[in-house]
């Protein structure tokens, strides 16, 4: 169920307008992390790397490319010889499929919880639909948000996809003109949705609402049947995400302080598929997250065996972690101070609780490392 929208209209005061904006860019302020896509090292007439062309509904896939437009944005023009114009690249949406409940989505293949967007958009043309749109908190093309701009119904909406089913509208009148550049901003914390319209620097329609059912998901840029619509400068800035690996290496050296460091290796995974590459996946230094694994973590996953060595006064133990069939599904390797008389058994003795407690909370692999 969607609840509490509450709408900024044209007719309230000035302030009552700006309002919405201010809030945005107050919240912007306080996430710690930011993607900027301007779309300048992408490669012309191919869709960019890092994203990927999914249907909603019907008809044909979207066509997404790199083109070069007139548009706004802070970054330096770009002269084209002939053109007796400065342009700059968009991503545009140019197929003109008019099946009617046909949604092409271009979909950043990165997960975000809270987030604060900005993208510029300019709806082009479209006989069946003129819209432009971002759908966020995506789970499949079944399942996600969406908010978009009409030129032809002059309003900005909010939709909720459930089973691809089709809930809402929410939403306001509003002037969205076609063929101009404008506007979107969207601010995703916990349930509270925020979002605004801007023409021109001038904001003319805003909202705030709740919903559910979607904590977290991907972001997509959105349109609708045959609507030829393009997206400038997009600006994400988020909470970054936190997998159950990173925060079982912060809970158990909260813990267990004693602990002189922890790093959990695994396959990375990508759509659920595991590769054969075994990397660093969570870690007391972020800055090994990544990093290739070492020869006995990878045999520790293979073969589920256990590895003892000694550094500078260290002991390192380094065992499986097993999901809850039992599978080793990643490896954990502790450093702890040694003592006098320690010994490879009564180190693994020390170390075999504290792994346990950890693989406790691990269903699989997946669950692990996304």
Known sequence: MLV??????SLQPMFSRFCIVLQLIAAACCFGAERVFDWRDAKLNAAPAGFQSVLSGSGLPGDWKIIFDEAPSLFTEIPIKGAGRNVRPVLAQLSRDRTDERYPMLVLDETFTDFALKTEFKIVDGMNEQMAGIAFRIQDERNYY??????????????????????????????????????LSIECR????????ATAGMTNAGMTLRDNTYSDGKIAFWTKSDSVSYFG??????TPRE???????????????????????APAALGGTATNTVKIVASTDPAEVGKPAQKDAVDVIARGVIYHGEDKGNVLVTMPLRDS???SVAAVKLVMK????????????????????MQARVRDLNELIQ
């Open 338 to 357: 040694s003592f006098a008389g320690q010994t490879e058994k009564n180190a693994i003795a020390r170390a075999l609780p504290i792994v346990k407690e």
């Open 4 to 9: 509490e929208p509450h709408q900024f209209g």
């Open 146 to 183: 969406y908010i978009r701009a009409s030129a032809l119904g002059q309003n900005v909406n909010f939709f909720k996809v459930q089973n691809g089913q089709l809930i809402g509208p929410v939403g306001t009148k509003a002037e969205v003109q076609k063929g101009a550049w404008q506007e």
């Open 190 to 197: 916990g349930n509270e949705i925020r979002w605004s319209l």
């Open 233 to 238: 400068e997009t600006r994400i800035t988020y």
């Open 325 to 327: 069939n039992g599978e």
């Open 243 to 265: 997998n159950l690996a990173q925060l079982l290496v912060r809970d158990t050296i909260k813990k267990y302080p004693r602990l002189q460091s922890i790093r959990i290796f």
